[in-house]
């Protein structure tokens, strides 16, 4: 049993940057797939990008089209987290985000792929 636990959530303003952090325990991350995912109020979650071990110790990642190019997920197996790295940071970004894990999601982009939640962080994005 994975536990995922978010942290680094926070009130920014418009284009400023914050990084989130995801600590996993009880398992290794490293041979995981590792998905951040958001959700705003009445909204449904939301994928925002997964890194996924593709062979030793390089993983590929993708995103949403809403964050690609401002957004970046990164590991480090030594302390078995994951980050998410968020720059020009808008107030549609406004949301409770949530690390996500599963050792082999056949759907990888949608939330119903991931067996392992952490209890989310809030990123508030307002002048």
């Known amino acids: 049993q994975v536990q995922l636990v978010e942290s680094g959530g926070g009130l920014v303003q418009p284009g400023d940057s914050l990084s989130l952090s995801c600590a996993a325990s009880?398992?290794?991350?490293?041979?995981?797939?590792m998905a951040w995912f958001r959700q705003a109020p009445g909204m449904e979650r939301e994928f925002v990008g997964a890194?996924?071990?593709?062979?030793?110790?390089?993983?590929?990642?993708n995103y949403a089209d809403s964050v690609k190019g401002r957004f970046t997920i990164s590991r480090n197996n030594g302390k078995n987290t994951v980050y998410l790295e968020m720059t020009s940071l808008k107030a549609e970004d406004t949301a409770v985000y949530y690390c996500?894990?599963?050792?082999?999601?056949?759907?990888?982009?949608?939330?119903?792929?991931?067996?392992?939640w952490g209890q989310g962080t809030q990123v508030t994005v307002s002048s």
């Open positions: 009880g398992g290794s991350s490293s041979r995981y797939i």
């Open positions: 890194s996924t071990r593709i062979g030793g110790n390089v993983y590929s990642t």
């Open positions: 996500a894990a599963d050792p082999a999601s056949t759907a990888p982009r949608t939330a119903e792929g991931y067996a392992y």
